[in-house]
């Protein structure tokens, strides 16, 4: 039988652009063939992002939740422990991909996390220079300040269930880090980790300015090397 999927997907402000992002996504879960739910958890949002995300969904299984306050990561640990399926799966909004779930449902009984590597040898960047610097860079500070040798922790993820609800209540993080949190415990705690080759084409400019996420990552980073067991 083919495991159940929970699609995890934080959204602010974006009742412009759902219309458009949300029945690509739908597309995109069923080609997977497996049983899904969709949970757009909008978060602190000033449009209509709520009430438009129901209309677009259609008659697709899509939950939407609303928290009052913007805030990325507890979003994302709101839907990830509000999840009841065998894989629990990351996406944005603007990145995704029915790909990724084929390769995620692909994986063997003892894999616990998938992660989809915009640094894998076989993967496929199409960002922007600027932006595929970053992550080099990002990686760079996750080896150095956390000693992780994962290669990403932002993007495509899934991860088993019951590895969300062993591993996320204990998660301190918020905003940008709620995941690298996640993935390095799940890393620390020897869980099987995958990484696997993605595309990388967002569908839009980046909303988010990296040049002020710079300085609060590296902060938080940091302060999480403190909040995390030994290897």
């Not at 495991?3 to 458009?20: G, H, M």
Request: with cysteine.
């Amino acid at each position: 039988m083919t495991p159940s999927i929970t699609i995890v997907v934080p959204v602010y402000n974006e009742a412009d652009f759902i219309p458009r992002a949300l029945p690509l996504l739908i597309a995109a879960a069923d080609a997977s063939g497996a049983p899904y739910t969709i949970r757009i958890v909008e978060n602190g949002s000033t449009d209509r992002t709520a009430d438009v995300a129901k209309i677009a969904a259609g008659e697709a299984d899509v939950i939407v939740d609303s928290l009052p306050t913007p805030d990325y990561g507890a979003a994302m640990r709101h839907g990830f422990l509000e999840a009841d399926t065998e894989w629990v799966v990351n996406f944005d909004i603007d990145y995704f991909s029915a790909d990724f779930l084929t390769q995620l449902l692909d994986q063997p009984e003892d894999v616990d996390l998938v992660i989809g590597s915009k640094r894998d040898p076989a993967s496929d960047d199409k960002r922007p220079f600027v932006r595929r610097l970053a992550t080099r860079v990002f990686n760079l500070l996750l080896r150095v300040i956390l000693d992780s040798r994962v290669s990403d922790t932002h993007g495509m993820k899934g991860f088993r269930c019951k590895l969300v609800d062993d591993l996320a209540p204990q998660v301190m993080s918020t905003t940008d880090l709620f995941d690298t949190e996640l993935v390095v415990r799940a890393e620390r705690a020897g869980y099987s980790i995958v990484e696997v080759p993605v595309v990388v084409a967002e569908m839009r400019t980046a909303k988010s300015s990296l040049f002020k996420r710079a300085p609060r990552t590296i902060a938080g980073l940091i302060k999480m090397r403190s909040l995390l067991p030994d290897r």
